[in-house]
């Protein structure tokens, strides 16, 4: 199973980002796919998951609101719209696949290799 994520940048307080992630290996439509992010010096913290068929999402309190998860399964990528971003966001962001619709990262088996998100004030 190969997952690579995609669209990270540096961005202005306020502004948005989307993150994508392309996976390969693995019939897509079958698994949880998470959204987590990793602060230097933090541990990984979950952000947001996605059951297999998309009608399912759930996001950590402080992202509520402001990001939106969503798949593509035709496409067997899953995005991570991001607005009104703080400096507080400024994190790498890891998409991840799992059988669990879990939000602990313990639950999650392939992992891609992370996008960097910057985000000034």
């Known amino acids: 199973v190969q997952l690579q994520a995609s669209g990270g940048g540096l961005v202005q307080a306020g502004g948005s980002l989307r993150l994508s992630c392309a996976a390969s290996?693995?019939?897509?439509?079958?698994?949880?796919m998470g959204w987590f992010r990793q602060a230097p010096g933090k541990e990984r913290e979950f952000v947001a998951r996605?059951?297999?068929?998309?009608?399912?999402?759930d996001y950590a309190d402080s992202m509520k609101g402001r990001f939106t998860i969503s798949r593509d399964n035709a496409k067997n990528t899953v995005y991570l719209q991001m607005n009104s971003l703080k400096p507080e966001d400024t994190a790498v962001y890891y998409c991840?696949?799992?059988?669990?619709?879990?939000?602990?990262?313990?639950?999650?088996?392939?992992w891609g290799q992370g996008t960097q998100v910057t985000v000034s004030s």
């Open positions: 991840a696949t799992s059988n669990y619709y879990s939000s602990s990262p313990k639950r999650y088996d392939y």
């Open positions: 290996g693995r019939t897509f439509s079958g698994y949880v």
């Open positions: 996605i059951s297999g068929s998309g009608l399912n999402t």
